[in-house]
């Protein structure tokens, strides 16, 4: 027999949690003549929605297809998984393979002939719990969005850290780089040009690599956060389970927030470079249009 078990966040009492449970599964497995310990499986600060990032529920699955397990024992359906489809999907994937799985707090062992009935209702109400604890989390977020404060991923944000409060400080030495790009660009050079000669000098990303891409630049280039606003709620979650997110194009209410945080590019420069850009894009426009009509002339010219 194997144990699985998994707690939400990583908060100090939901990790104590976790420990108690390793704890007593091993002494309940090992405690009982029938069971031999086949190893407990556990994820912390690991959402259950979906299976995708539990690297030990998924080691458990490849014991079990390897036969080194015969049967687990997990606290309850939503700590197994509180999306349905994916719970179904596992247990009888293993019950195929002639293993059961033994919810303790329901009582319920998917190979009795009743198990898979009773679990689907469960599970169904599992998803439900978790549909309403995302639209929770969702409407705490955009609270604080109407209270102006952000919410933003710095570890993807070049030139910024945050401090021991959760509040956006300046990276000097990423700083160095962004302020680069906004003066590259205002030199003349384009997105394409500024992402090779980064390449090229191994000018480090946020990540340490040196893979620039013109999409990098014309991000750096254009996010407001730079100049130390903030716009809010750019993009949203449709789908609580996947957790896919699109990008808001009016669908939930934005907020814009002035001076939310400390800027790398004075309000002037990063004025002057959204000025240069639609310059350049006009610019382009107009090239093309000037090389459409000449082609155009061409033609007629040869048909005369």
């Keep these: 027999m194997a144990a699985y078990y998994r707690v939400s966040t990583d908060q100090a009492e939901q990790l ?56 687990i024992i997990t606290k309850s359906i939503s700590r197994f998984a509180r999306n349905t489809l994916d719970c179904l999907n596992y247990v009888r994937q293993l019950k195929e393979l002639g293993i059961g799985i033994l919810f303790e707090k329901e009582n ?16 169904s109400l599992a998803q439900d719990e978790s549909r309403s604890i995302s639209e929770n989390s969702q409407w705490g977020i955009r609270r604080r969005f109407e209270q102006g404060k952000l919410h933003v991923n710095h570890t993807k944000f070049l030139g910024y850290d945050k401090d021991e409060d959760g509040n956006l400080v300046i990276n000097k030495e990423q700083a160095k780089v962004v302020k680069r790009i906004y003066q590259e660009y205002l030199n003349g050079h384009g997105f394409q040009r500024i992402a090779k000669m980064f390449k090229e000098q191994k000018v480090s990303k946020w990540n340490g690599s040196y893979n620039w891409y013109y999409s990098n630049i014309k991000q750096i280039l254009t996010n407001e956060k730079y ?57 382009g426009k107009n090239t093309e249009l000037t090389r459409l009509i000449i082609r155009m002339i061409k033609i007629h010219s040869q048909d005369v």
């Excluded at 086949?38 to 912390?44: F, Q, S, V």
């Excluded at 319920?108 to 599970?123: A, F, H, P, R």
């Design 227 to 283: 100049k130390g606003d903030a716009l809010l709620q750019k993009t949203y979650t449709i789908d609580f389970l996947s957790k896919k997110r699109a990008v808001n194009d009016g669908d939930v209410p934005q907020y814009y927030v002035e001076n939310s945080h400390p800027a790398i590019i004075d309000k002037d420069t990063w004025e002057a470079v959204q000025q240069e850009m639609d310059r350049r894009r006009e610019f």
């Design 108 to 123: 319920i062992n998917t190979l009795d002939s009743k198990g898979e009935v009773l679990l689907s209702i469960l599970s």
């Design 16 to 71: 104590s949690s976790y420990e108690a449970q390793v704890t007593y599964y091993t002494n309940f497995i090992t405690g009982h003549p029938d069971y031999e310990m086949a190893g407990i499986y556990a994820d912390e600060g690991i959402s259950g929605t979906n299976t995708k990032k539990r690297g030990q529920f998924k080691r458990m699955i490849e014991d079990c297809k390897k036969g080194k397990i015969d049967m």
